[in-house]
């Protein structure tokens, strides 16, 4: 506890004295983990101080703060007294059409920076006595009849034809059906899925963040809540990123992919199915490959592929392209969204369940670093091999600088781990995409604000 109240009047201190440059993202829940770990890794090795947040709200949240909107014009631009509420969004899914435009009518380019991919699925909580042995297996069609309240018990006779004989559920017994509310990335994503799939029975006035549901199903906030509502209820079915609920031991239900094949997220991406919806993309033309290009139309859902998993998410940062005049916030940023996609930043991204993009797609990512306005100083600079004396200096993220509490609290990563040593000629001095792989042990994601 001594610790952490010391590192919490340092960061005050800091913030007194003006010399705390501060980065605060809002977005998605999906990756939120991920970005609490990448912010505790510059709070511990900047200098000078940075403070990072990131907040939890949801994809459309995030969208909304991004565009400094209100609720009284959902295409207004900087109507916020202050702009954007965010210095950077994130999200499941890439802005409407209509508020990209709205964007660019205000001359604010937003880039969209693809970082990770994420497999979203349907869990159950068909009690073990009953679950078949290899788990449920189910088609768009069946699904887009479950949450359609058309089928409405576990032994109707379109689920249990696709299982072969192996589940047996007690007769009437009812399908609890669970659905995320507010703006949901995941909704938006099961549901194109759904249309993808089965247009005849999901229709494309039934695909957004927000839908109307039939009264029989039930209501949760947040991937967490969906989590927790499907473990402690028997019998019943919801969706959610797979990470999150492979984590939290959840049984996931078997889809059909385009191809006809039965995957679990597991066994596709072991198979590089998630990956291989990206690359069909960027190849036929689906994901355009200018970040500051609209977005809006890129789906990967029901990709075709041998193994291909069908319902895949892209997470993007949401990233002005202008960032001058931004008291040294756009620099920080610009050394954020390098590191997010570097070798490290990638390979970290599978610690919390996800997949890195593909190499032509984070090509592509990639060039928003570049496009990036700034202001020229500071620059930032990463320091990972022994640099003597520039290591030291201002505007450095130096993996030789750490906070006591990674150690005190255990928190080691063989991952990404260092061996510690620090060599006597001093080293490279490289950015976050060079050859040297240690020197960044992970940090736990839990920040002292």
């Known amino acids: 506890m001594r610790i952490l109240t010391a590192l919490a009047l340092a960061i005050g201190a ?3 004295d003006g010399a705390l440059i501060e980065l605060d993202g809002s977005g998605t829940t999906n990756p939120s983990k991920y970005f609490w770990e990448v912010g505790s890794i510059f709070m511990a090795r900047a200098k000078p101080a940075v403070r990072i947040t990131y907040r939890a709200v949801g994809s459309s949240t995030g969208q ?3 565009m400094g ?8 631009v900087n109507a916020h007294e202050g702009g954007a509420y965010n210095d950077f969004g994130s999200g499941d899914m890439p802005f409407p059409k209509d508020k990209y435009d709205a964007m660019r009518s205000a001359g604010v380019e937003v880039l969209h920076v693809p ?7 349907f869990f159950d909580n068909v009690p073990a006595d009953y679950q078949p042995d290899n788990g449920l297996k189910l088609t768009a069609c069946v699904l887009a009849d479950i949450f359609n309240g058309v089928i409405t018990t576990w032994d109707d006779e379109a689920i249990l034809e696709i299982q072969d004989g192996d589940f047996d559920p007690p007769s009437g017994e009812k399908i609890v059906v669970y659905h995320r509310t507010y703006g949901s990335s995941t909704t938006k994503g099961i549901t194109q899925y759904l249309h993808a799939a089965c247009p005849d029975k ?13 009264a029989s199903t039930f209501n949760v906030e947040g991937s967490g809540q969906m989590s927790a509502m499907i473990a402690a209820t028997e019998w019943s079915i919801g969706y959610i990123d797979s990470g999150h609920g492979i984590e939290d031991g959840l049984h996931e239900i078997a889809l059909q992919n385009k191809d006809g094949n039965y995957w679990t997220t597991s066994a596709s991406i072991a198979q590089g199915g998630v990956q291989m919806a990206a690359e069909e993309a960027l190849k036929t033309g689906v994901m355009p490959d ?8 890129v789906s990967l859902h029901n990709m075709p592929g041998e193994t291909t998993w069908p319902i895949v998410a892209i997470s993007y940062m949401y990233i002005r392209e202008d960032q001058t005049g931004n008291n040294k916030k756009g620099p920080l940023l610009k050394a ?3 590191f997010v996609l570097s070798p490290r930043g990638q390979e970290m991204v599978k610690l919390y369940n996800f997949q890195p993009v593909p190499a032509d797609v984070l090509e592509m990512a990639q060039k928003a670093i570049g496009m990036m306005k700034t202001d020229d100083e500071p620059e930032w600079t990463f320091e990972y091999d022994t640099d003597k004396g520039g290591g030291q200096l201002d505007y450095v993220i130096s993996a030789k600088r750490r906070h006591y509490y990674e150690y005190a609290l255990g928190v080691q990563s063989d991952l990404i781990e260092g061996d510690g040593d620090e060599a006597e000629d001093g080293g490279d001095h490289d950015g976050p995409g060079g050859d040297h792989d240690h020197g960044w042990g992970s940090v736990v994601s839990c920040v002292v604000y």
Do not use: R
């Open 336 to 338: 954020w969204v390098e």
């Open 202 to 214: 999901w229709p494309a006035d039934k695909v957004g963040s927000k839908i109307d549901w039939p």
């Open 64 to 66: 909304y703060e991004f």
């Open 69 to 76: 909107n209100t609720d009284d014009d959902p295409l207004a």
């Open 115 to 121: 970082f990770a991919l994420g497999a979203m699925a």
């Open 290 to 297: 200018d970040p500051a290009a609209d977005f809006s139309e």
């Open 14 to 16: 800091a913030a007194q």
